[in-house]
């Protein structure tokens, strides 16, 4: 079950982060707070998640931007601990002047299995709003699992200071006949006049029969710009959307 956990917990990490041109350095680094319920065919469990991350995007050449992501996350079950690290790297461009595609690699380690991604991702902007699709790839040699997964996110700017999202991704296991959904929701507020937002979470993974439910509340900090200007400048986090929030299993 942990080799399952730690896959799906990878391609939420890298598949949340899509990287956008800006002028400038634009990220932010947070702490979080997670738990998670799993229940398999009556067995169930729950184990709590605290972790660090941070994000930066920066130009590259022309509309090219480049994006780098990590984070580290410490599980306790009550019987064991296990640290979760994972890492991406993001190279966009625009086309036009509301869409963004591009591509991305990463890895992630936990309890000395480790998994590597690659994927395509797009991301389109609207006055209020952004839409982000992602497809992916991911293998674990280790355990041996090719994941292949496919995912949407929709971000909606109530105000400035308050972004609110939902999503939902579909995967599934090569030659294991093994398909999972999850969905979920997420919101951040930024508190007035300072750098600072805090972050909640929450999504449902249903892997064949395996439940999973988790939830997750942070603060972070932000710099090079507000909300929607950190998203549109490829500084959006793992956890900023609902893929990310995976990231706490």
């Given at each position: 079950?942990?080799?399952?956990?730690?896959?799906?917990?990878?391609?939420?990490?890298?598949?949340?982060?899509?990287?956008?041109?800006?002028?400038?350095?634009?990220?932010?680094?947070?702490?979080?707070?997670?738990?998670?319920?799993?229940?398999?065919?009556?067995?169930?469990?729950?184990?709590?998640?605290?972790?660090?991350?941070?994000?930066?995007?920066?130009?590259?050449?022309?509309?090219?931007?480049?994006?780098?992501?990590?984070?580290?996350?410490?599980?306790?079950?009550?019987g064991s601990?296990?640290?979760?690290?994972?890492?991406?790297a993001h190279?966009?461009?625009?086309?036009?002047?509301?869409?963004?595609?591009g591509g991305?690699?990463?890895?992630?380690?936990?309890?000395?299995?480790?998994?590597?991604?690659?994927?395509?991702?797009?991301?389109?902007?609207?006055?209020?709003?952004?839409?982000?699709?992602?497809?992916?790839?991911?293998?674990?040699?280790?355990?041996?699992?090719?994941?292949?997964?496919?995912?949407?996110?929709?971000?909606?700017?109530?105000?400035?200071?308050?972004?609110?999202?939902?999503?939902?991704?579909?995967?599934?296991?090569?030659?294991?006949?093994?398909?999972?959904?999850?969905?979920?929701?997420?919101?951040?507020?930024?508190?007035?006049?300072?750098?600072?937002?805090?972050?909640?979470?929450?999504?449902?993974?249903?892997?064949?029969?395996?439940?999973?439910?988790?939830?997750?509340?942070?603060?972070?900090?932000?710099?090079?710009?507000?909300?929607?200007?950190?998203?549109?400048?490829?500084?959006?986090?793992?956890?900023?959307?609902?893929?990310?929030?995976?990231?706490?299993?």
């Amino acid at each position: 079950m942990k080799s399952l956990l730690l896959v799906t917990a990878s391609i939420a990490a890298f598949a949340a982060a899509p990287a956008l041109a800006q002028d400038g350095p634009v990220g932010s680094v947070g702490v979080s707070y997670g738990n998670s319920e799993v229940d398999l065919g009556g067995f169930s469990a729950d184990s709590d998640a605290y972790g660090i991350d941070g994000v930066v995007a920066m130009p590259a050449f022309g509309e090219w931007t480049v994006t780098v992501a990590a984070n580290a996350s410490q599980f306790d079950d009550g019987g064991s601990d296990d640290t979760f690290f994972a890492g991406s790297a993001h190279l966009t461009t625009l086309v036009g002047s509301d869409l963004r595609v591009g591509g991305f690699v990463g890895a992630a380690d936990v309890a000395d299995e480790t998994a590597l991604t690659a994927g395509f991702e797009a991301q389109k902007y609207l006055a209020n709003a952004t839409l982000t699709g992602v497809v992916a790839y991911t293998t674990a040699d280790d355990v041996d699992l090719d994941v292949w997964s496919v995912g949407g996110d929709a971000a909606f700017y109530v105000t400035e200071a308050l972004r609110l999202n939902a999503g939902v991704s579909w995967m599934t296991i090569d030659d294991a006949d093994v398909d999972g959904f999850t969905y979920g929701a997420g919101a951040e507020y930024q508190i007035a006049n300072t750098p600072f937002s805090a972050t909640a979470g929450y999504s449902h993974s249903d892997i064949e029969g395996l439940d999973i439910d988790s939830w997750t509340v942070g603060l972070r900090y932000s710099f090079g710009g507000g909300l929607q200007a950190r998203d549109r400048a490829g500084a959006a986090l793992p956890g900023s959307g609902v893929m990310g929030i995976l990231g706490a299993l």
